[in-house]
Structures are given as C-alpha cells and as structure tokens.
C-alpha cells in the first residue's frame, strides 16, 4: 500500500486539501511552478525550475517529476529533493530548442496502476520582458474618433481579416494611456484578446489560410505561445464549439500570466496593488 | 549513381529558396520541370555564396523513392540518431536537391505544384508547422519508429497526409514510445507489413486519429504512459479497439 510517511523534511508537506480535475487526479496549479532555460550544452539543455513547495502537495512516499517535450524528443528528470530552485540538466534537446514542460507528481512506489496523483498541463519556459515585448509588438492600437461612444472597437476590414486592427476611441486614449494604463490592461485588454481570437476562429477554416506575414498570424502565433494553450489541431478548425472554448481557455491563461515587469504579478494583481 | 555532399544554406541561401518559391508560385509556367529549371536550381544548390558543407555526409540525388518511408530510410541511413531538428539550412537545401519528387507533377508539362514555403523551409519553432516539412518529418518519424514508420509514411514522398499530420501534431503521441509501439500493435499489418485497411478512416470506430487525439489525452490525465507497461496501456483502451487488438 501507498502508505503516508510522517513529514520529516522542511518543504514536505504533511496534508493539504488538493484541487481535482474530472478524472480525480489533482492538478498541480501553473502558478506554483515555473521553468527558466538557463543554457544549452551540445546536445543537452540546463533547466531552472522554481517551486512554490508551500502550494504543492508533496508527501515524502511522493515524487515530483519534470517531463520535457519537444520535435518528437521526449526526456523526464525526477526531482530529488525538490527546493525552490532547482537545477536540472535533460539530455537529447538540441540547442535553442524550445520545450513544453509539464511537472507531474507521482507515487514514489509504483503499485497504484501507474496513477498519476497531480500535474500541471503542458507549458513553457518563461521568458524575459525584452522576449515578450518581441512577442507582443503585434499588439498596436489606432486612435479614431469613428465609432461614437465605445471605448474600443475590433476592424475586421483590413485584407478580409487577415489584419485586424484594435480601435481606441481617441477621447479615451487622451485621459488614459493604453499602452502603459495597466487599467486598460487588466479590464480591457483580455476581451479584446477574446473578440480576436474568436474573430479569426469564425473567418478562416483552416490555419492554412492565414497568410504568415498578417496580424491575424501573429495572433495566434502569440497565443500558440501562451502556457499550456495550444491552436486547434486541424480537425478542430471546423468545430466551433471547441474553438469558442479554447478562445475562453487562452483568455484564461492571458489572464494568469505573471510578467517580470509587473514584479511577477498578473495584469489583475498589479491593477488590485495599485490604490485608486 | 551521382553521390554528393550535403551542403546547407546560410541566411542569404534561404532568402534566394525563399525567392524561387515565390517566383514559382506566382508564376506557374516557370514551374515546369525542365532543363532550365533542373539548372536553375543547381546553380543555387551549388553556390558557395549562398552554401556550404554540412558535415561530411554524402547523398545520392539521382535516388528516387517510392514513398515517403524509403525517402525516410535513406536519410536516416545517413543521419542516424543524429538531432537535425533546427538544420534550417540543411533541410532546405535537402527539400531543393529533391524538390522535383517532393513536388506533384502534373499536366503533359511536369508542372510542379508548390504547396506552402513552410513544406520547403521548416518552421522549428512554430509547434503547428514544423511537422509539415516534406523532408524533416519522414527523418523524424524513422529516428523514433524505424520499421515500423510504414505505419506513418506510406504516402508519396509530396503528400504529408491529413492523418499523419494529426498524429505529428500530437506531442503525447509522437513523443511516447510506449504509445507508438501500441500504435504499431493495433495498426500495423504484421504480415503485409504495411497500415492496416482503414486504420486511419474517421468513420472507424478505434481508429488511430480517435487513438491519438481523444484517448491518449484523456488516459494521459490520470495515467503515467510513458513509464506504464504497453499491456498496461492495451487494456486500459475502449472496447472499440478491441477488434484492432487481433
């Protein structure tokens, strides 16, 4: 039996009230864990992994494993007495590869049929402020005084929606600074996020038609970036259920990001720490 | 027999690629397959400006290959376990020194038909478009299922394939080889040696597309598969897989 063992080091945890998803395996929240590349070594990658051990829920008959995915190339390292931050080395991952990630715990004796006991979904190594910022320079506003009261409005016109264009009433964008307004950011920019990317999903029926060199590609190259989010494969470009939920899904995770900048805060907590 | 060494393309390299490609697609007429594109096409292959050796790996180009499985066997015959993942400029320089049987002819012209850039010049870091190069991908799929790649190209070597291409996308599924080797159990006909009869039709209850994008990620949410017994695996599957166990 998978017996609990007393607590006898510091960053183990005794108990803990765990979330579950459907399938009764508890999920090890994106928050509590993240992964930086420190460098590559001919064929192999040096990894820093950053635990939150007070949220994670790790008995001593437990282990916390790293599984890195990446063209095929599969590699997982166990965590041995995990800290808040970890060096790890994986093998076979050659150099600028960029891995998905994804921490799993499991039972340290393997007699519950292979069960896993919680994990994150996949996900990226977070990356620098200058990264994002090169990621991100898609995101442009055009201040019109064309469409009355609204404080912003999507432009579908463009190259038949290959470029759509983020319209900020101008009167708004002479009070408050889109760009640097983290209100604009926080309340305004996740559902503008959401209208795009539904826009795209409900214009085009495949990735296919997506010109490269359009906004609407760095769109969902963006969100393609976004932790654990990944495009509908092809088979889903044509259910638009799925893909109204995976818009919601990517909005979610926009929404969770914490940025270097914001003194690894979301959008929300950095709106919240400020007193208005 | 004409063996060459292989050679890869520096930045300006794939820009004159890149180029001819555009040239051919918004031209259509430029893209018949005949001496002046054959030495159109060599001269850019073998332009020390634009190219180099990669290595000291040699390649027959006068090879031809019935599908994308003997396309793949060559090449990992001379690659091996070699990562050529983020060889840009090798792979595209492969995909130009076999662009006339990586392209579909067709009409009395030998036209070539052009599909995406992204087929010719792989896209590494762009998790839905790296499969899809007509050279990487057949390299990738013999490094982690050798023999038994005929399941995922049996295709002609300018047709990636709706099927294979679901699969590739899926990182569980192509990266786990306790999932390939189930895949190979359910899939392969053993004494054919070759996909069985619609294995990968939609209308298939338990087909290999239904394997690989809802039951693997479902059973990856509660199971540890790269480390689970392949019997282990077998007998977690629905019933409607049952009749591809035989």
């Known amino acids: 039996m998978n017996q609990r063992l007393p607590n006898m080091n510091i960053g183990l945890k005794k ?28 064929d192999q990658i040096h990894i820093k992994l ?3 051990l007070d949220k994670i829920n790790l008995f001593e008959d437990q282990v916390l494993v790293l599984e890195a995915l990446y063209a095929g190339i599969y590699a997982r390292k166990e965590i ?3 800290k808040p931050e970890n060096d790890i080395y994986m093998d076979g991952f050659p150099e600028n590869s960029n891995p998905s990630f994804r921490l799993k715990l499991l039972p340290s004796i393997t007699e519950n049929d292979g069960k896993i006991i919680s994990a994150t979904k996949l996900f990226k190594a977070t990356k620098s402020d200058e990264e994002r910022e090169l990621e991100t320079n898609f995101l442009s506003f055009k201040y019109v005084n064309t469409i009355g009261d609204l404080v912003w409005k999507i432009n579908w016109d463009q190259d038949d929606g290959m470029n759509p264009e983020i319209l900020i009433n101008e009167e708004f964008a002479k009070q408050y600074d889109p760009k640097n307004d983290i209100r604009f950011h926080a309340l305004i920019l996740p559902s503008i996020i959401k209208e795009i990317l539904l826009g795209i999903f409900i214009r085009f029926n495949s990735i296919e038609e997506i ?10 190259k963006f969100c393609d970036k976004l932790n654990g989010w990944s495009l509908p494969s092809a088979d889903e470009w044509g259910d638009l259920k799925k893909k109204i939920v995976l818009a919601e899904q990517a909005v979610q995770i926009f929404a969770d990001e914490k940025w270097q900048s914001f003194g690894n805060r979301t959008l929300l907590q950095k709106f919240l720490a400020k007193k208005w | 027999m004409a063996s060459v060494k292989i050679r890869k393309f520096n930045r300006s390299g794939l820009q004159v690629f890149e180029d001819l490609l555009d040239d051919l697609i918004s031209n259509p007429s430029h893209a018949e397959w005949n001496t002046s594109l054959k030495m159109k096409i060599d001269k850019i292959l073998f332009d020390n400006e634009i190219t180099s050796e990669f290595g000291d790996y040699e390649i027959d180009r006068d090879k031809e ?12 015959g001379i690659f091996k376990s070699k990562h050529v993942e983020k060889e840009i400029g090798m792979l595209s320089w492969l995909a130009l020194l076999f662009f006339d049987q990586i392209c579909k002819k067709s009409g009395k012209n030998n036209r070539l038909q052009i599909l995406s850039k992204y087929r010719y010049i792989p896209e590494i870091e ?13 390299i990738l799929v013999w490094q982690r299922l050798k023999e038994d790649s005929i399941l995922l190209l049996s295709n002609p070597l300018y047709e990636s394939g709706d099927a294979v291409e679901q699969l590739m996308s899926r990182q569980d599924f192509i990266a786990n080889d306790k999932i390939l080797t189930v895949a190979r159990k359910l899939y392969i006909d053993e004494i054919k040696r070759k996909p069985k009869s619609r294995a990968f039709s939609d209308s298939e209850p338990g087909n290999a597309k239904r394997l690989a994008r809802d039951i693997v990620p479902q059973l990856s949410m509660t199971y540890d598969l790269y480390e689970a017994p392949v019997n282990q695996i077998l007998t977690l599957l629905p019933d409607e897989f049952d009749k591809w166990k035989n």
């Open chain 1, 15 to 42: 108990s803990r009230k765990a979330t579950y998803n459907y399938t009764n395996r508890g999920t090890i929240r994106q928050k509590h864990c993240h992964v930086t590349i420190a460098g590559y070594y001919d």
């Open chain 1, 50 to 52: 950053f635990l939150d």
């Open chain 1, 80 to 82: 041995i007495n995990p």
């Open chain 1, 211 to 220: 010109d490269e060199r359009t906004q609407a590609y760095r769109w969902l």
């Open chain 2, 65 to 76: 290959f019935e599908n994308r499985y003997d396309f793949g066997e060559y090449l990992y």
């Open chain 2, 126 to 138: 762009n998790s839905w478009r790296f499969y899809r190069h007509l050279v990487l991908t057949p």
